[in-house]
T-cell receptor
Framework: GDSVTQMEGPVTLSEEAFLTINCTYT??????LFWYVQYPGEGLQLLLK?????DKGSNKGFEATYRKETTSFHLEKGSVQVSDSAVYFC????????????FGTGTRLTIIP | DTAVSQTPKYLVTQMGNDKSIKCEQN?????MYWYKQDSKKFLKIMFS???????INETVPNRFSPKSPDKAHLNLHINSLELGDSAVYFC?????FGEGGNTGELFFGEGSRLTVL
């Protein structure tokens, strides 16, 4: 079945550091790929997405590129802020139109001033 | 206006009890979901309903019974609660079918933290 593997956390960085959170996936067909973010005490919210190979999703300074050849969708940000502290989830949606999202295990990110 | 709202936000109960969590969305979406997030933050889909019809039913014990009285509501009833049911339960919605649908974006509620003692 479909699966998503994320780098284990927690990840702690200083403000303005460069961030990479790795995500790889296994899926049949042509999934769409997502990054969701969960701030403390809140539900998940979509951060960015890409629906086909070589697409780049971007939002709030975060970027991720859909790499079919390496089955990856790594999340990057050039300069993180304290407000980016949250749990980040990589996810895929199968290509069968039922919007069943398969999530990775989540990576907790803490940014220290 | 809260797009996806769940009640209660916190629920503490004894083993063996029966409890319900309610969810409502005002986004006009046709599909709603229940996800379970365990203590390690792992998220797993439980159920999905499209226009009151069950379309996804993962391997979930029969003690869990979803009910969708209309497409804006999806409630979760749990019978004979067990310690392992302690988790945060998230409701979500999305527009899957029809114009503008199938974007893959789910809108989540804030979660209902269930603690079984």
């Amino acid at each position: 079945g479909d699966s998503v593997t994320q780098m284990e956390g927690p990840v702690t960085l200083s403000e303005e550091a460069f961030l990479t959170i790795n995500c790889t996936y296994t899926a049949t067909g042509y999934p769409s790929l997502f990054w969701y973010v969960q701030y403390p005490g809140e539900g998940l919210q979509l951060l960015l997405k890409a629906t086909k190979a070589d697409d780049k999703g971007s939002n709030k300074g975060f970027e991720a590129t859909y790499r079919k050849e390496t089955t990856s969708f790594h999340l990057e940000k050039g300069s993180v802020q304290v407000s980016d502290s949250a749990v980040y989830f990589c996810a895929l949606s199968d290509s069968f139109g039922n919007e069943k999202l398969t999530f990775g295990t989540g990576t907790r990110l803490t940014i220290i001033p | 206006d809260t797009a996806v709202s769940q009640t209660p936000k916190y629920l503490v109960t004894q083993m063996g009890n029966d409890k319900s969590i309610k969810c409502e969305q005002n986004l006009g979406h046709d599909t709603m979901y229940w996800y379970k997030q365990d203590s390690k933050k792992f998220l797993k889909i439980m159920f999905s309903y499209n226009n009151k019809e069950l379309i996804i039913n993962e391997t979930v014990p029969n003690r869990f019974s979803p009910k969708s009285p209309d497409k804006a509501h999806l409630n979760l009833h749990i019978n004979s609660l067990e310690l392992g049911d302690s988790a945060v339960y998230f409701c979500a919605s999305s527009q899957v079918f029809g114009e503008g649908g199938n974007t893959g974006e789910l809108f989540f509620g804030e979660g209902s933290r269930l603690t079984v003692l």
